[in-house]
């Protein structure tokens, strides 16, 4: 298929190439022209400008915006829909908040647009690894675009399948999740749920180091391996995981996480999920705790909280960033 890309960052240039391998044309635009020069080389068709972009897809179009949430990704929306035509489809695959994406899909529709909200999964890692998507929107465009959905997925891998599960498209790492918003309500979750996994990790591995404290008897101290202890655990543990494997690998490069000073932002889904928790009057103890836990960070630095900059490091490439900065 033909698709459209708008925002050749840490994610949007690696799904780029992953669909470039997957034999689809891809026309690439940000607004700094080094990425798309350096993805016209590897196959993708540049331009140097969103009308441009436009005139080199052909009908139906179809625009994939992987632009920050917020106000870039809004103004973006709003001039390519001054310039798509009906019938053609735009893609948010950002973290936009989902009471958003049922605003735009309304307002698009009325140009009989077709708007999709794709919350992506799979960080700095996805080329090879593959993205997990889940997708909101009408369904009819959304299996238009299947083949798009199965070259970014992982496909199924060396997954065993869930016995007892009928065969579908989750299994192969993508999913219909219902109307607009849905599929941004569901990354929103995927993120919350993400906060306290890593918050767990952290304070557990926090606990380890800190048994060599000479405040403690001195028959009850230990001096843990922390790197050793993370690789133990990846295999055969309950415990074991991605972001299991990416603490191994920082901890590896450097055992007391000396390379961060433990900063750790917050992207946005976090606060999303608790709000949602509020007006669903559901209990979200460990997420509300991790969310606070990552402002409580930016005034005091412990060792989970380098260990929590090192994971979000490990997947995304987030850097840490100071307040103000």
């Given amino acids: 298929m033909q698709i459209g890309m708008v925002g050749l960052g840490r994610m949007g240039a690696n799904m780029v190439r992953r669909l470039l391998r997957g034999g689809h044309e891809c026309v690439v635009y940000d607004r700094d022209a080094a990425p798309v020069a350096e993805l016209v080389k590897e196959g993708a068709m540049g331009s140097g400008s969103l009308d441009e972009l436009v005139q080199k897809l052909a009908a139906p179009r179809t625009v994939w915006l992987m632009l920050p949430a917020g106000e870039v990704t809004e103004k973006t929306v709003a001039t ?7 019938g053609d489809s735009l893609i948010d695959g950002g973290n936009s908040y989902f009471k958003d994406d049922v605003r735009r899909s309304t307002d698009l529709a009325a140009k009989n647009l077709h708007y999709l ?3 992506t ?9 593959g993205y997990c998507l889940m997708i909101g929107g009408d369904r009819a465009t959304v299996e238009r675009l299947d083949p798009i959905w199965r ?3 992982p496909g199924l891998g060396q997954i065993p399948k869930t016995e007892g599960r009928p065969a579908g498209t989750a299994e ?4 219909y999740c219902g109307p607009s918003g849905a599929g941004h309500f569901v990354k929103m979750i995927h ?3 993400e906060y306290g996994l ?4 952290a304070e557990g591995f926090d606990v380890l180091k800190n048994a060599a404290s000479t405040e403690l008897p001195e ?4 001096e843990v391996d922390l790197g050793a202890v993370a690789e133990l655990w990846r295999r055969g543990s309950v415990v074991s995981s991605w972001l299991l494997d990416l603490t191994a690998l920082a901890l590896a490069g450097s055992a007391d996480l000396s390379d961060y000073t433990g900063f750790v932002q917050d992207s946005g889904e976090g606060r999303w999920t608790i709000v949602a928790a509020l007006e669903e009057a559901v209990p979200a103890d460990v997420l509300s705790a991790a969310l606070y836990t990552r402002f409580r960070s930016r005034h005091e630095h412990t060792f989970a909280e380098k260990m929590l900059s090192a994971m979000r490091h490990g997947f995304g490439g987030h850097l840490e960033r100071p307040a103000g900065g």
């Avoid at 999964?121 to 690894?129: A, P, Q, Y």
């Avoid at 890593?198 to 990790?201: E, G, K, L, R, T």
């Avoid at 028959?219 to 230990?222: A, E, K, P, Q």
């Fill in 80 to 86: 390519l829909s001054e310039r798509l035509a009906p």
């Fill in 117 to 119: 909200d794709v919350g």
């Fill in 121 to 129: 999964s799979g960080g700095i890692w996805g080329l090879e690894r």
């Fill in 151 to 153: 070259t970014l997925a």
């Fill in 172 to 175: 192969q790492g993508y999913l």
């Fill in 191 to 193: 993120n919350g749920i």
């Fill in 198 to 201: 890593m918050q767990a990790y």
């Fill in 219 to 222: 028959g009850h101290r230990y």
